[in-house]
């Protein structure tokens, strides 16, 4: 078939659906351009129509003109690379910007899609906010959840923006608080990367690891500490924790056995076994209080198999050796001990999360909800709560609620042992 020179052709599958435009190469004179095949009329099949028309037209100035990743002669203006029918026509995302969504360039009419990642333009933001004194030091930043709700974006995105701000020294984490803006004494040029002066000691980068990961469960919760958050903060590949570690699983497991490592119980109980087990409930909980996460990652059904969680179970049982309890019972005092203050910390976990999101302690919430809580006592169907809520000197937290549990476990445990219970 002899060859028209008149025309530039671009060459589609027989079997494509979408119309087939000649274009006319420059050197010749006007032609008149092929008819095209009737396409439905819906919204859907017009946009991709025109979305591959597009792809269509990149490519033939390519074939045309020779133009490369560098200046196109056609054009004489950089032309982008041809991006695929799937990236013209890709849905919008949660936030509602399209993701890797074609920008224009001024000037040439050619499209790109150079936007920066969110990521990117989330840490901008925060940036600009710090650098402009919206957010002063001490101040709480975001957390993970918010920007995840306000940007429409996953939380591994969210956490990757502050993380950004952290290795910067424009912010820092406290446990128990969140992220706020770091003092400017504190804040550090953006150029060192102690994540890569990685000692030669695998057990002291497995560490490293380890505490890295508690730092971030602590502020944000354990669905934020993935091994990829984990490399981000120490600024080495994901795929060089799993030198180290075996996986997610396996870091929460040393996160957990490193927290109980860090509460240690006397080599020699003293006292009896009352305050035995007091000293270790209470040990156990400023634990919890210091690790919320840690309460849901404890099980009785599975336990920790881990040297120090198993060190504090076998402390228990030793604490009240000497009462003549049969192996049934022991173990059960055991597990009812580690079971009472795990249960009462799950709800720590919540709350730290609960004050996160709504910027509210637990009293300015409950003051917030003061007149919805009055019209239900004044309805006159709850008269037992509405006399106790009158009342000045009755508070309920989660540290009363563990003082006041703690005490009538141990007097049940004395009744087990055949001792009166003592006050309290």
Not at 11 to 18: D, G, I, L, N, Y
Not at 116 to 142: F, K, N, T, W
Not at 211 to 229: C, F, K, S
């Amino acid at each position: 078939m002899p060859r028209n020179d008149r025309w530039s052709a671009v060459t589609v599958p027989r079997t494509s659906p979408w119309p087939v435009r000649a274009t006319p190469d420059p050197r010749s004179g006007p032609v008149v351009p092929a008819p095209t095949a009737p396409t439905e009329t819906s919204a859907a099949t017009a946009s991709a129509v025109t979305a591959h028309q597009r792809f269509l037209d990149l490519a033939t100035c390519r074939l045309q003109n020779r133009c490369v990743r560098g200046t196109c002669p056609g054009r004489a203006s950089v032309h982008p690379p041809v991006p695929s029918t799937r990236a013209l026509v890709r849905p919008a995302g949660r936030s509602g910007r399209r993701r890797g969504a074609l920008v224009q360039r001024e000037g040439d009419g050619v499209t790109s899609s150079e936007a920066a990642p969110v990521s990117a333009r989330i840490s901008a933001e925060l940036r600009r906010r710090i650098a402009a004194g919206e957010l002063r030091p001490g101040d709480h930043l975001p957390s993970t959840r918010q920007l995840v709700r306000d940007w429409g974006v996953a939380m591994a995105t969210a956490s990757k923006a502050l993380a950004v701000l952290r290795q910067e020294g424009l912010t820092e984490t406290v446990p128990g608080v969140g992220t706020i803006v770091a003092p400017r004494r504190a804040r550090r040029s953006g150029d060192s990367h102690p994540g890569r002066r990685v000692a030669g000691d695998a057990d002291v980068f497995r560490d490293r690891v380890v505490r890295t990961a508690i730092t971030i469960a602590d502020v944000e919760g354990l669905a934020a500490t993935t091994m990829r958050r984990v490399a981000t903060e120490l600024e080495v590949a994901t795929v060089a924790l799993y030198r180290h570690v075996r996986g997610r699983e396996h870091l929460v497991t040393l996160m957990a056995d490193a927290a109980f490592a860090a509460h240690p119980l006397p080599a020699k109980p003293i006292g009896d076994w009352r305050s035995r087990l007091e000293l270790l409930c209470r040990t156990q909980w400023a634990m919890y209080r210091r690790h919320p996460w840690l309460a849901h990652v404890v099980s009785l059904t599975r336990p920790l198999l881990t040297p120090h969680a198993i060190a504090h179970t076998e402390w228990t049982m030793r604490a009240v050796a000497d009462q003549g309890l049969g192996p049934t019972a022991l173990i059960h005092v055991a597990a009812t001990v580690a079971n009472f203050v795990r249960g009462t910390a799950v709800g720590l976990q919540r709350e730290a999360e609960a004050e996160q999101d709504t910027g509210l302690t637990d009293d300015e919430w409950m003051h917030a909800q003061s007149s919805e809580l009055a019209a239900a006592l004044r309805s006159g169907r709850y008269p037992i709560l509405a006399r106790i809520s009158a009342r000045d000197d009755v508070d309920l937290t989660l540290d009363s609620l563990f003082d006041f549990g703690l005490q009538r476990m141990l007097d049940g445990i004395a009744l087990l042992c055949g001792v009166r219970p003592g006050p309290g």
